[in-house]
């Protein structure tokens, strides 16, 4: 780092030295313009004074009376004062401090050019050779003859001339009052230098910036608050960019590994049915003399076999629209009741041959906003694992109800109820509590799943509980149609 910055004033100092010496420089000129004038204004008042004291000897000497006579009848202004009378060609023909008069001619001095040029004149402080003192004179022209009256210039008359000192105090004081009012206004302007320049070194090293840095009430410290406010927002919303690409990839990460999963699983689970079919058909082939009875065991469980195989690959198919989110999915209006009586009547010769009864609670119209074919999916399937499963006797469907922009359902029944160490991971793909009665019902593992991702796909939520004393309940929500 530069020496010369290490040690640089801080800007509110240089603007304080700036504008204080700024006010001294007006102030010495002021105080000395006015120490000028006043002092002016005292000799020309001293002027004036002997000035008269000049007329009125002039005055008596035109009337024939000598100069000495003069000069006494008449009280000098101030005391000492001395008294000369010089001729038209320069001579001092009277001096009241001298006993002989000297040879010299007065015409060059300043106050009786000024005198002989414009009447009357004057000079503040002159040294005179014929008495070795220094005077203020001042001289009156007559007609033929000049009065020149000087009061010795000591220190009474130095006093005299001297300007008003309580002037200069007084100027002092203003220019103390200055000097504090620059410092407070210098305070505050350098105060909110100094945070933007904390709040720029800040934004510079990459630090993150809060809307509460104090600033003073004033037009910069307006600017300054706008300046931060905006950078905040700025480095919020690059944050929030950030966050949102972060999720994004998590999430799109997440599809990676769930499609490979999904996949592996699939594969897995087409095994069985494959091989059962495979396996079925090669003993049929091996043996062409076999009994009808066990040709047709055989031909039905590859019957079967390949119904689950056809169940599979449509889950599967249902599980991959889902995991695209809404995107190509038809979301509309639709009114839950018919879609539930629909399926009812369809699941009728499961219902009956499984000895379970369905009971419908809905009794006012819900319409949810949904696309028809995943809903009707969200109940069939709870209802279809109802009827596989439970070993119950009732299914019980219910509006529980339609507040916050959502419809709550539940779906009951009597069975047997579910463990509590698989409740959590009921709704996980191809999870089977029983894998080989799952299998031998023909279940594919993915009808919870896919009514989770199904009530996801809709804005809502699933959970599933045992029921006291047995039974389990499953509670769902779906958003309502927007009026």
Known sequence: MDTATAVRLPYQWRLFILLVSFSLVLTVCF??????????????????????Y????????????????????FIPPLKDTRVSVIDADGRLVYDNTLDSMPKGNHLGRPEIRQALAAGKGYTISRHSESIDRTFFYSATKGDSLVVRSAVPYGVSLREVLRADRSFLWFM?????????LAYLATRRIGLTITRLNDFAARAERGERIYDNIPFPHNEFGSISNHIVRLYARLQQTAAQRDAEHRRALHEQQERIRIKKQLT???????????????????TVLAHPGMSRERLEGFVSQADASTDRLISLLNDVAVITRLDDGKSGIEMKPTDI??????????EAPRLRQAGMEVITDIPHEVTVEGNTTFIESIFRNIIDNSIAYSRGTRI????LSTEGGMALFSIDDDGTGIPEEHLERIFERFY???????RRLGGTGLGLSI??????LHGGTITARNLQPHGVSFRFSLSLARN
């Open 432 to 438: 089977r509590i029983d894998k080989g009665r799952s």
């Open 31 to 52: 105080v000395g313009f006015q120490y000028s004038r006043e002092r002016r204004y005292k000799a020309d008042s001293l002027d004036a004074a002997l000035q008269v």
């Open 264 to 282: 592996n699983n699939i594969n897995h689970e087409l095994k069985t049915p494959v091989a059962a079919i495979k396996a079925s058909l090669e």
């Open 451 to 456: 009514v989770k991702n199904a009530v996801m």
């Open 337 to 346: 009741r018919p879609i539930v009586a629909d399926m009812i009547e369809e």
């Open 54 to 73: 000049n007329a009125h000897i002039l005055d008596e000497l035109s009337g024939g009376m000598s100069p000495e006579e003069a000069v006494g009848d």
């Open 172 to 180: 002092a004081a203003v220019t103390l009052v200055i000097a504090l």
């Open 396 to 399: 019980t469907i219910r509006l």
